[in-house]
T-cell receptor, first 112, second 113 residues
Framework: QQQVKQSPQSLIVQKGGISIINCAYE??????FPWYQQFPGKGPALLIA?????SEKKEGRFTISFNKSAKQFSLHIMDSQPGDSATYFC???????????FGQGTRLTINP | KAGVTQTPRYLIKTRGQQVTLSCSPI?????VSWYQQTPGQGLQFLFE???????NKGNFPGRFSGRQFSNSRSEMNVSTLELGDSALYLC????????????FGPGTRLTVL
């Protein structure tokens, strides 16, 4: 029940296209859903996060869509750029809990 | 504002040895969590500290331990190293106890030979 399942494992998108990464969770106690971006040799960087009281959150080219009934959330990267090539992790945590449960990661490659 | 700092950045040890890793959170942050990152298991939670107290612990053997000091800096220790302990160890800081929003450091790359 603690798992967060992420797909796809890898994704190749053309420059200017839309990158979409999906995650599903089981634990209904989760109430915070962040996305992290990690470049080789670096720690994960917080990209954007959402709570279940909204269905969508947008920050620049990055959008999280959240479907509470399906227990799914996704990251959309609009106008994808080569600089977006990185590994992306979804995660989830419960109220008042710092422990993050991570998905397995998606290696995103943006072809120029 | 400086980010999370971790030292050392790279470490090579042999089986059976012990190792201590250090983490300084973002200034003003009082909560520190540790994670292990490996290609096979991904990112896994080790433990969380706030005000020098461990608030939560992941599913790791007792060889993994940690502590937090009064200035919020934290250390983690791994005793009797095994080959499988080779990983990137990440520290994350949060402003308060149970802070959902966490910021990661660059990690310490531990290689066990």
């Amino acid at each position: 029940q603690q798992q967060v399942k992420q797909s796809p494992q890898s994704l190749i998108v053309q420059k200017g296209g839309i990158s979409i990464i999906n995650c599903a969770y089981e634990n209904t106690a989760f109430d915070y859903f962040p996305w992290y971006q990690q470049f080789p040799g670096k720690g994960p960087a917080l990209l954007i996060a959402i709570r279940p009281d909204v269905s969508e959150k947008k920050e620049g080219r990055f959008t999280i869509s959240f479907n509470k009934s399906a227990k799914q959330f996704s990251l959309h990267i609009m106008d994808s750029q080569p600089g977006d090539s990185a590994t992306y992790f979804c995660a989830a945590s419960g109220q008042g809990a710092q422990k993050l449960v991570f998905g397995q990661g998606t290696r995103l490659t943006i072809n120029p | 504002k400086a980010g999370v700092t971790q030292t050392p950045r790279y470490l090579i040890k042999t089986r059976g040895q012990q190792v201590t890793l250090s983490c300084s959170p973002i200034s003003g942050h009082r909560s520190v969590s540790w994670y292990q990152q490996t290609p096979g298991q991904g990112l896994q939670f080790l433990f969380e500290y706030f005000s020098e107290t461990q608030r939560n612990k992941g599913n790791f053997p007792g060889r993994f331990s940690g502590r937090q000091f009064s200035n919020s800096r934290s250390e983690m220790n791994v005793s009797t190293l095994e080959l499988g302990d080779s990983a990137l160890y990440l520290c994350a800081s949060g402003r308060l106890a149970g802070s959902n929003e966490q910021f990661f450091g660059p990690g310490t790359r531990l290689t066990v030979l």
